[in-house]
């Protein structure tokens, strides 16, 4: 069974490469899209069966030509020039399109920044969309306009848009999401599949790891969509005492991050600690398995598995009510936080760690949910029903 995989050079890449080669060895072929051929891969641990392939519209439409005897193309994640390939990928190939966020999160078809955005971080967004100069505004207003006639394609979004709605399957770890995209698009056709990159084991050097002291993890990048400061508003209720605020800004907005590390330090003094360097993901657990509290204030689904890997540790996790994340999380039994009721000062509980019986109960249930035996077990008999 042959297998074509769609990807770029994304840290997820080299697990899920890992999956489906354990299920199917020697029949899976990735073509990963890099800005350079010749340049050496950022994240991805390059492999036997990869494919470099320059970031262009040329080798996009042509991809699909190289498909051959394969039965499925599973697309990781859909940008631009994916999407051009997956809308012209032939209908005899099953399309399987591995749900990352940015599709329908980033894409203004789809969702709005109010949507995601509380109230003082859409205020800063808003702050610093205004400071974009006016040819910025030109471009975008004739975007749609200029990718038809210079590259026959849609503009970005609605290539992403169109691409969702020609793909035969949605997979993502629970159907929460999945629904809220169907309901975004109720005339789409596409079935669930389940899927994660995240088996506990390859997120973790020692699958025995425990949180080591009672620091505070907030957000997992410089986006808006962690929404920062309606936690620092939060938070500055507190005594915090010797608690660090450790707060992941290696990637995002460049001018989102340096906001946030400003207000951090004014507001936390030395108890704000940012992570503004790219770490390697056991590199990067193993630095914040010294938090007990984790705080994702994400109105949408991020930072999943960093949530997971947490929650494994035993960390205490508060997530926004809104995240889909948070009701699959309740639906499974997990002990779970709200940001809006929990994370409140009256709660004398509500920086202090998950008692060891609640640790314990969160890893049992996990270890039913994202073990690597039961995921490779369930990926396999959902390819087997597509094949």
């Given amino acids: 069974m042959k297998i074509i995989h769609i990807a770029s050079d994304q840290k997820f890449i080299n697990s ?17 899209f890099v800005d350079d051929i010749e340049q050496t891969l950022k ?27 394969a039965s499925m193309v599973f697309f ?7 999407s051009i390939v997956l809308n012209r990928t032939p209908n005899k190939y099953k399309k399987i399109w591995i749900l990352w966020g940015m599709e329908i999160y980033s894409n203004p078809y789809l969702f709005k920044a109010q949507s995601i955005l509380d109230a003082q971080t859409l205020e800063l967004f808003e702050s610093n969309k205004a400071k974009r100069n006016i040819g910025k505004k030109f471009k975008d207003i004739f975007r749609g306009f ?6 026959r394609t849609y503009g970005p979004y ?24 169907k ?10 599949l389940k899927y994660s990159y995240y088996p506990i084991e390859k997120m973790l050097d020692d699958p025995k790891n425990k949180v080591t002291d009672n620091n505070i993890l907030l957000g997992n990048s410089a986006s808006y969509t962690n929404n920062h400061l309606e936690v620092f508003s939060i938070l500055s209720k507190f005594n915090l ?11 995002g907005d460049q001018n989102y991050k340096e906001e946030i590390i400003t207000r951090g330090h004014k507001e936390f003094k ?39 890997t947490m929650l494994w540790m035993g960390a205490k996790v508060y997530l926004d009510q809104r995240n889909t994340l948070y009701y699959y999380l309740k639906r499974i039994g997990i002990h779970i936080y709200t940001v809006s009721e929990d994370l409140v000062p009256s709660n004398l509980e509500a920086l202090k760690q998950l008692d060891e019986e609640k640790q314990l109960h969160n890893r049992n249930i996990l270890r039913q949910e994202i073990g690597e035996k039961i995921l490779l077990k369930k990926l396999k008999s959902q390819i087997e029903k597509i094949a």
């Fill in 16 to 32: 899920a490469y890992f999956q489906f080669e354990s299920l199917y060895p020697g029949e899976n072929l990735f073509y990963l």
């Fill in 43 to 69: 994240y991805v641990q390059q492999e036997e069966r990869m494919v470099l392939v320059e970031k262009s519209v040329e080798q996009s439409k042509g991809l699909p030509n190289k498909f051959g005897e």
């Fill in 76 to 82: 990781h994640g859909l940008e631009y020039y994916s």
């Fill in 146 to 151: 200029f990718y038809r006639i210079k590259y």
């Fill in 158 to 181: 609605k290539e992403v848009l169109a691409a969702i709605n020609k793909a035969n399957y949605c997979a993502i770890l629970y159907k929460e999401e999945f629904n809220l995209v």
């Fill in 183 to 192: 309901n975004k698009l109720p005339d789409n056709e596409l079935t669930y």
């Fill in 241 to 251: 005492d010797s608690q660090k605020v450790i707060t992941p800004l290696s990637y």
């Fill in 270 to 308: 030395n108890n704000f600690e940012p992570l503004v360097n790219f770490m390697p993901l056991h590199e990067y657990n193993a630095y914040i398995q010294k938090c007990g509290i984790v705080i994702m204030n994400h109105h949408r689904q991020q930072a999943v598995g960093n949530v997971l």
